[in-house]
Structures are given as C-alpha cells and as structure tokens.
C-alpha cells in the first residue's frame, strides 16, 4: 500500500480546461462569433495592431475586444477610442487567461450580434501558450528587435498558432533580423503556421493580416 497519495495536478488542471475550452468553442459556432486569441510579449505592438484591425474592418463587421492584463486598463482606453466593444479583463497577478476566464471575459463583454472578438491575452511567450481559451484561432506577434530565435526558445507557443504577425518591419535595418531563418525555424515546429510581416505603425502588411481574419471568420459562420 503506497504511504501517500500524488496528485499531477497540472495534467489535471490542462485537462479539465481543454474540456471547457471546447465547450465553448462549441457555444461560439452556436452564435457566430469568432474569438481571435491574440499574444504575444510586452511591447511587441499588439494594441497598436489591434487598433488598426479595427479600423480596416469595422464598417464590415462587428468587433468586440478583451484586452487582459494583470492590473492595469491603459490598453483598453486605448482601443476604446476606436469605437469597438471593449472590456478590461485584470487577472489578478495571473500571467495568462484559461477557458473559464474567457468565458467571463465573453459574457461581460456580450457577444450578441458581435462577428469578431479579439483576446489580447496577457503578454508573455510562455504561460499563455500553455492554456487553451476556447479561441476559434490562436496567432501571435513577433516583433523584430525580438530577434529570429525566438521559435529556438519558445516552441510551444509557435506550435500552437495558425498566424504569426513579424511586426516592427520599418525598423529592421536597425536590427539583425533574418526572415528565411525565422521561416526555416518555425516551419520545423509549425508546417502549416502563416507568417505575415507587418508594420502597426506604418500599416504595410496589414491588409494581407485583414484578408485572413476576413476569411477565416467567414468559414467560422459558415459551419
């Protein structure tokens, strides 16, 4: 007989939130909505690329956006002025967001005649990779004075996007940044990952990024 029990509770922990995430994944296809998870690392232009996502599809579509942060809302008065339905998720010292907390996040924010809901989850490469939120589809920004080896360090949050964003490209002259290493790299981790350079301060790139968030909250509708 063992002397003591062991509990794995992390396994646990995933396991549990992976059944809740794909149950509310099952409720968006219900009402329609797309729930776009968006991370990335402090500083790497997420709001700045939220905010023109905004305002290239705002006339088509509906936007909700969560901005999630450990305890601050500098970003949701941001994207407030946009127009767009933002509510402020504070995590409480949580360096990510699992499905339950989305869940919350969605039923504060109200998605009732919301076509897209845009997750700026909390930024950091590691925890938020680590929990599903329930989104319909997970991308992410890299930002160039990042460096190109980021998909080296952290491949666990580049295994798990459809889309990663190479934000910050006005500024690559100032930086040793590779894009065929970058591409070769997270290729191996990620065969199917699309990989769209952008820049939120200038707007090159974000109509290709516009496109597919138009296409793939078309087939979200449509099944």
């Known amino acids: ?28 296809k219900r009402d329609k909505t797309f729930l776009l ?19 290239a599809l705002k006339n088509e579509m509906s936007i909700g956006v969560m901005e999630a942060d450990i305890d601050s809302d500098v970003d949701a008065d941001t994207v407030s002025k946009t ?9 409480g010292g949580m360096c990510h967001l699992d499905s339950d907390m989305t869940k919350q996040g969605l039923m504060g924010l109200g998605t009732t005649g919301i076509d897209l809901v845009i997750l700026e989850n909390v ?18 920004i890299l930002s160039v004075p990042e460096g190109d080896d980021k998909p080296l360090k952290y ?7 459809d889309v990663v964003l190479i934000n910050k490209i006005d500024a690559i002259a100032n930086f040793d940044f590779n894009f065929d290493k970058f591409k070769e790299r997270v290729k191996k981790i990620n065969p199917n ?24 909250v078309k087939e979200w509708k449509a099944q």
């Open 123 to 140: 930024g950091n490469l590691v925890c938020p990779a680590e929990f599903d939120t329930g989104a319909s589809k997970n991308a992410m």
């Open 155 to 161: 491949p666990l949050i580049f295994s798990i996007v």
């Open 37 to 55: 998870n968006l991370m990335s690392s402090p500083g790497s232009g997420k709001t700045t690329t939220i905010v023109k996502t905004i305002e």
């Open 83 to 91: 127009g767009a339905k933002v509510i402020q998720l504070h995590t």
């Open 1 to 28: 007989m063992d002397k003591f029990k062991v509990l794995e509770i992390k396994q646990s922990v995933f396991e549990d939130n992976d059944r809740q995430a794909e149950l509310l994944r099952e409720e968006l």
């Open 193 to 216: 990952i699309k990989v769209i350079p952008i820049s939120a301060k200038t707007g090159e790139g974000i109509d290709e990024w516009v496109e597919w968030i138009r296409t793939e």
